[in-house]
């Protein structure tokens, strides 16, 4: 049953027809590295797509301080290559690649990636996370990376000594907006209500920091400016007043939807797009797990998307099982 990958080039190894692998993974954020370390224990030599985003929103997190085990903290990218590296150590195979159709309508299931290669699964863990959502304003998608931006980590040294606005009141919008003054010679977080949403501890740091302003019971409606960001166009929600901010950066964390529009159709899901699942993982396909994100829009921590994928593996490793041990009844 097991494929002897080392002869093998990767895409030969991937599109072998007649060995389906036991585990396919999706997704190579803490729920997907998770769920390949636990697979790769069990000696289902899991196959890890890893989609476009190597290591998923964690790994564009700055400095992660709630994963347990790191009382200094430790660097977003940082815990995806230790994760990474872990799974390897114990056979998972990894494909920078992304699943561009999948058919789980019958077993093997079939992905075929967006480099078209088919690859053949007794099961698969989805961890494929969640994107950041857009406001939706004039302006926005023509600045991006121009100065509207989605990812402070990814961009903030940009902002040396500069003028920027973070929008949202939650803990990304927060944590994001205290990473930003590192550079940022200031940053108004622009909130649509009077009240932040974001945990006590970030509360507390951000209205501490002398960098940071906030701007209540405001949105953005629009983003100004041809070759980079100029200004922000803001109306108070209570006054119905409207302002123009000049600004040069526009940071937007206003939540984040699952990516699952693959699965549609094919999985059952919730009106927000979240694959429903039991206690146990399975989807409403058996042999379909999913895990973190993608599945879950309560916690979304890095440690309960970890759990979320080595809970899925490990049910998916008791699903092989039992299906071999029904077939090897069969052919008695
Ligand atoms: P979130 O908690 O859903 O917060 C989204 C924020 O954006 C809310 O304040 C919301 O306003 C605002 N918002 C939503 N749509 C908007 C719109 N169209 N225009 C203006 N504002 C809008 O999202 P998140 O901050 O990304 O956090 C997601 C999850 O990750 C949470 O469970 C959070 O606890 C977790 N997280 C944890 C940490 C940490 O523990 N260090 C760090 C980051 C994220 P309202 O408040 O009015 O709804």
Avoid at 4 to 13: G, K, M, R, V, W
Avoid at 93 to 118: C, L, M, Q, W, Y
């Amino acid at each position: 049953m097991d494929l002897n990958l080392s002869s093998l080039t990767n895409n030969e190894a991937m599109e072998k027809e007649h060995h389906p692998y036991k585990v396919v993974v999706l997704g190579s954020g803490p729920a997907g590295w998770a769920a390949a370390l636990y697979a790769a224990r069990a000696e289902a030599n899991p196959l890890v797509l890893t989609g476009l985003e190597l290591g998923g929103q964690a790994a564009l997190t700055y400095t992660i301080e709630n994963y347990p085990g790191f009382p200094d903290g430790v660097g977003g990218a940082q815990l995806g290559e230790l994760f990474q590296k872990q799974a390897e150590r114990f056979g998972a195979h990894v494909e920078f690649d992304r699943a561009a159709e999948v058919d789980f309508s019958k077993r093997p299931f079939v992905i075929t990636t967006d480099n078209g290669i088919e690859v053949k699964a007794e099961s698969v863990v989805i961890a494929t996370g969640a994107s950041p959502v857009h406001l939706n304003v004039p302006g926005e998608v023509e600045l991006t990376g121009r100065g509207v931006s989605y990812c402070a980590t990814c961009d903030g040294w940009f902002f040396k000594d500069k003028k920027v606005v973070v929008v949202g009141g939650g803990d990304s919008a927060l944590e994001e907006a205290i990473f930003l003054t590192r550079y940022a010679k200031s940053v108004t977080i622009i909130h649509r209500r009077d009240q932040l949403r974001a945990g006590a501890i970030l509360q507390s740091r951000a209205k501490a920091n002398p960098k940071i302003e906030f701007l209540w019971n405001t949105v953005v409606t629009e983003v100004v400016g041809s070759e980079a960001v100029k200004a922000v166009r803001l109306k108070n929600v209570v006054t119905g007043a409207e302002s123009q901010m000049e600004t040069d950066g526009v940071f937007i964390f206003i939540g984040h939807k699952p990516n699952t529009e693959l699965f549609k159709g094919q999985l059952e899901m919730d009106e927000g797009g979240y694959i429903l699942t039991d206690k146990r993982m399975q989807t409403s396909v058996p042999g379909v797990y999913a895990a973190g994100e993608a599945a879950d829009p309560v916690f979304r921590q890095v440690v309960t998307s970890a759990g979320m994928g080595a809970a899925a593996a490990m049910q998916a490793v008791k699903f092989i099982e039992e299906h071999e041990l029904e077939e090897m009844k069969k052919e008695r």
